[in-house]
């Protein structure tokens, strides 16, 4: 699990509740059964399995004992835990319809032949009634352990930040965008001009640049068109936004690269800074994609690792879509993941400037998602990639992805997500679905 780069206040705490029968009533598991120990080895298994989290449990014989304690601990508008997870170890209790009802986010996992019926019965309300609750039936409790997991990424959400530098309202930027972004996620959004990021570019040490520079140099497989001087006002960009980032303790930023740099308010692309914030944990993302900015935080703090905002392009003769970018990462498992080959070259637009194209690892499954924020959707495909293009045409980076590309074709809402969508190593449909289905969001598949 990947952490915020500022530390938060507390850890994530998370109420586990156990419905439970009467000890001298017949029913699931059996007569008799120990709820207490079962809920003290449960316990014990997560804060195992996940010590960053804080857990408490409570065991519950009615559903007037589990509305009590809930009023409680929502009372005044205060919420005391993070998120529940609701361990059916009894039937029929009608303890678990009360959290998904009056509480978010709630995880209800069937502790098998014991509350079965019961979670069929409110995984069943769930589906219908579209309520942002997640069920887990299984018999390894690694499964359990993901889904917590997702409290987790969600508070991080809540306490993230995103620098915004852009001149007046961009199509990714304009206030609605920013304000839905606060109601949904919690995450705070901050503003800046380019005059501002000027003045930091102008404020960056000279030496400390061409460290960076020569790291680039040293570094990349080849460098094509961009000079020396080119690459240094890309390492005092890179320099700018990370002094940004820290003085309004961002946890990412993205800029209006193409609508600044075009109108000369800024004196390099931050396409290479992008690069190397995405190598080192942090988020970078182009053109001021507020959208794009909460995808790419949201498979950090899931994955670990970082993920690219790219214009796909769907070719149907190969049955691909083919991920295409001037900004990418070479670290695609990670920032303590090996490193893959990458070329510097221009920006592919203007022919300006200096951006990157990331020769990735082919052979694995790569997951591809995009969130609105304005119209509460979320959309997702998976694929396998297998090959780097090599094409003069269009962004420097181009990861061909295997999939079913007329299905994606078919399913692709441009006005609801625009061109733009946010690729990833791995494969992380179910848990992204998961989480979109926590916040209560439209969930588009696009290859299904």
């Not at 559903?63 to 170890?89: C, F, I, S, W």
């Not at 309202?169 to 995450?187: M, N, V």
């Not at 396409?271 to 988020?283: A, D, P, R």
Request: charge should be negative; proline fraction near 4%.
């Amino acid at each position: 699990m990947a952490q915020k780069g500022a530390e938060t206040e507390m850890n994530t705490r998370v109420k586990v509740v156990f419905p439970a029968n009467e000890p001298d009533a017949p029913s699931w598991p059996h007569i008799g059964y120990d709820v207490e120990k079962r809920s003290t080895e449960v316990l014990s298994m997560l804060r195992h399995r996940l010590p960053e989290l804080e857990f408490t449990g409570e065991v519950y014989r009615s559903p007037e004992q589990a509305e009590q304690a809930l009023k409680e601990e929502t009372g005044n508008g205060q919420h005391r835990y993070d998120g529940y997870l609701v361990y059916m170890t009894a039937l029929w209790s009608r303890i678990a319809e009360i959290y998904v009802r009056n509480a978010n986010p709630v995880i209800v996992a069937d502790e098998l032949y014991s509350g079965s019926g019961g979670f069929l019965q409110v995984y069943s309300r769930i589906k219908q009634e579209n309520l942002p609750a997640i069920g887990v039936a299984s018999s390894n409790f690694e499964d359990i352990v993901d889904a917590v997991r997702l409290i987790d990424v969600m508070k991080q959400m809540r306490e993230a930040k995103i620098l915004v530098v852009a001149d007046g309202e961009t199509w990714g930027a304009d206030q609605q965008t920013l304000e839905s972004t606060q109601r949904l996620f919690g995450t705070q959004v901050t503003r800046m001009s380019a005059a501002e990021l000027k003045a930091y570019y102008d404020a960056t040490d000279t030496d400390q640049a061409c460290a960076w520079r020569d790291r680039w140099l040293r570094e990349a497989l080849q460098v094509v068109e961009p000079d020396e001087g080119e690459l240094l006002r890309s390492a005092r960009m890179y320099l700018a936004l990370r002094s940004a980032m820290a003085d309004v303790q961002a946890d990412a930023v993205t800029v209006d690269c193409l609508g600044l740099f075009y109108g000369d308010k800024l004196p390099a692309y931050p396409c290479l800074g992008f690069f190397q914030l995405n190598n080192e944990g942090s988020t970078g993302v182009c053109e001021a994609d507020v959208d794009s900015t909460l995808t790419q935080l949201l498979i950090r703090y899931l994955a670990g690792r970082p993920a690219y905002v790219s214009d796909p392009v769907i070719d149907m003769a190969t049955d691909q879509i083919v991920y295409a970018h001037c900004v990418a990462t070479n670290r695609v498992f990670g920032p303590e993941g090996p490193a893959n080959p990458y070329i510097i070259r221009s920006h592919a637009e203007d022919r300006k400037g200096a951006s990157v194209q990331s020769l990735m690892p082919l052979g694995h499954q790569v997951t591809t998602a995009k969130v609105s924020v304005k119209n509460r959707a979320f959309a997702v495909h998976t694929g396998k990639a297998v090959a780097n293009i090599a094409d003069e045409k269009a962004c420097r980076t181009k990861l061909a992805a295997e999939v079913d590309a007329q299905r994606i074709l078919d399913n692709y809402h441009s006005e609801l997500f625009g061109w733009h969508r946010v690729t990833c190593y791995g494969d992380y449909r179910k848990q992204l679905i998961d989480l979109a289905t926590l916040y209560g969001l439209k969930i588009i598949e696009e290859d299904r």
